[in-house]
C-alpha cells in the first residue's frame, strides 16, 4: 500500500532543479519573483461528473487539468512559471497516478512550469491547480480594457469540445471516428499560452479571456467589466473541423456558446490588425475577426448578412 507521503515522494517530487528556491516538502514553496515583473495566479478546479465523466483517462485527465489553468495565464498574457496542485483521491491507486502526473508532466514541462507543492487528501476525485505567471507590469490584458471601436477575435476554432458533450450525452448522433475527434478537444485542450505573450507585448491587444463557459457568456464579461457592447458576426466564428461538418443551427449554438473550448478571445485595435495576424503567426496558432465592440451596451448577433439574430444562448453556470 502506497502511503500519502509515498505517493507524493513516487508521482510528484521530481529531483531536478527548477526555478522554485524550495519546492515539494516543506510547509510552503518558496519562489523569488523576476526583478520587475508581476505575478499572475489563477485557479481552476476539476470535480468528477461535472468536468470530467467517472473512469476518465487519467493521462488527459493530468494535461486537461493543467491546460484549464495555463489557459487562465494565457489569456491574461503571462508567462507561465509554476503551480500547486492540490488533489483529493478515492485510493492511493499508481496505476491511474502514474498516468495522471505524466500526462500533467507533458504539459508542464513544454511550459518550464513547475510543481512547487499542494495537497493531498482522500475523497471524491477532485483536482485543483493554482497557477503562477508573471508578465511586464501594465501588459496585462485585462476584462476591461475593451474599448468602442475594437475588433474582436477569436484563437483557433470553437464548439468541437460541446460537440464531443453533445454525443456522450445523445443530443446528436456521431459517427465513431468523429466522435473520437471532437473528444479530443474536449479532453485535451491546447492552452494557447504563446498567442497569449504574443498578444500582450506591445500590448497588441486591449482586452482578452479564455472561452471556457462559452464565448456569449464570457464575452459578456469583457463587455461589463469595460462597460461597452458588441456585434458579434456569429456565421463568422471559427468552428472545430467536427462541428463544421453539421448543420448551421448546431454550428451557431455550439461556437457562439459552446463550452471548454480554451480558446482566447480579445479585443484589439483595427490599426493593430496586421500586429494580430503576425502574433498569430509567431504563435502558430490561427485568429479570426469576429466583431466588434461598440459604445452601445448589449450584445447584438448577426448572420454573415448583417441581419439579427435571436439565438437565446447563455454561458455555463454551475448554479444556472
Ligand atoms: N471562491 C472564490 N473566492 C474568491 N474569488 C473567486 C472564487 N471563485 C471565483 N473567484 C474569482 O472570480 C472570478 C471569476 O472566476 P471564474 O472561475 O469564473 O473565472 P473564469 O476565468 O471566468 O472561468 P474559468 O474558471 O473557467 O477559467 C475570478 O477572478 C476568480 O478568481
Ligand atoms: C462530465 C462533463 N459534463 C459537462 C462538461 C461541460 N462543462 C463542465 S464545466 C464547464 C465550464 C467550465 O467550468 P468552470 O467554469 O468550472 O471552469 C463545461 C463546459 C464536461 N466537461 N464534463
Ligand atoms: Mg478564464
Not at 456521431?174 to 504563446?194: F, S
Not at 464570457?218 to 458579434?232: F, P
Not at 469576429?290 to 437565446?312: C, F, N, S, T
Request: proline letters at 5%.
Amino acid at each position: 500500500m502506497l502511503s500519502e507521503f509515498d505517493l507524493i515522494k513516487q508521482f510528484f517530487q521530481r529531483d531536478r532543479r527548477g526555478r522554485a528556491d524550495l519546492g515539494i516538502g516543506d510547509d510552503c514553496a518558496l519562489l523569488t519573483p523576476a526583478p520587475g515583473r508581476q505575478l499572475a495566479i489563477s485557479s481552476d478546479m476539476l470535480v468528477e461528473d461535472r468536468h470530467f465523466f467517472a473512469g476518465a483517462d487519467p493521462f488527459m485527465l493530468g494535461h486537461k487539468s493543467l491546460a484549464v489553468n495555463l489557459s487562465d495565464l494565457a489569456a491574461m498574457g503571462a508567462r507561465p512559471v509554476g503551480f500547486t496542485l492540490a488533489l483529493a483521491l478515492p485510493a492511493a491507486d499508481p496505476a491511474w497516478l502514474e498516468g495522471f502526473s505524466r500526462g500533467l508532466f507533458a504539459l508542464a514541462d513544454a511550459h518550464g512550469c513547475e510543481l512547487v507543492g499542494g495537497d493531498t487528501t482522500k475523497g471524491p476525485l477532485n483536482i485543483c491547480i493554482t497557477v503562477f505567471g508573471e508578465l511586464t507590469p501594465g501588459h496585462a490584458l485585462r476584462r476591461d480594457a475593451a474599448r468602442a471601436g475594437d475588433d474582436i477575435w477569436i484563437s483557433g476554432t470553437l464548439g468541437d469540445a460541446r460537440l464531443a458533450l453533445a454525443g456522450y450525452w445523445k443530443e446528436v448522433a456521431l459517427a465513431a471516428h468523429e466522435h473520437t475527434q471532437a473528444a479530443q478537444r474536449m479532453h485535451m485542450p491546447t492552452p494557447r499560452v504563446a498567442l497569449g505573450l504574443a498578444l500582450a507585448a506591445q500590448p497588441v491587444a486591449h482586452a482578452a479571456l479564455d472561452i471556457s463557459d462559452g464565448l456569449v457568456g464570457d464575452l459578456g464579461h469583457i463587455l461589463a467589466a469595460s462597460r461597452v457592447g458588441a456585434t458579434l458576426d456569429v456565421d463568422a466564428l471559427p468552428a472545430g473541423p467536427v462541428l463544421a461538418r453539421q448543420e448551421l443551427q448546431l454550428r451557431r449554438r455550439f461556437t457562439a456558446a459552446g463550452g471548454d473550448d480554451y480558446e482566447l478571445c480579445f479585443t484589439a485595435p483595427v490599426a493593430n490588425r496586421e500586429a494580430v495576424l503576425e502574433a498569430g503567426r509567431i504563435s502558430g496558432t490561427a485568429v479570426t475577426r469576429v466583431g466588434r465592440i461598440e459604445a452601445e451596451p448589449g450584445l447584438r448577433m448577426v448572420d454573415a448578412q448583417g441581419a439579427p439574430l435571436d439565438l437565446k444562448l447563455s454561458g455555463w453556470d454551475h448554479f444556472g
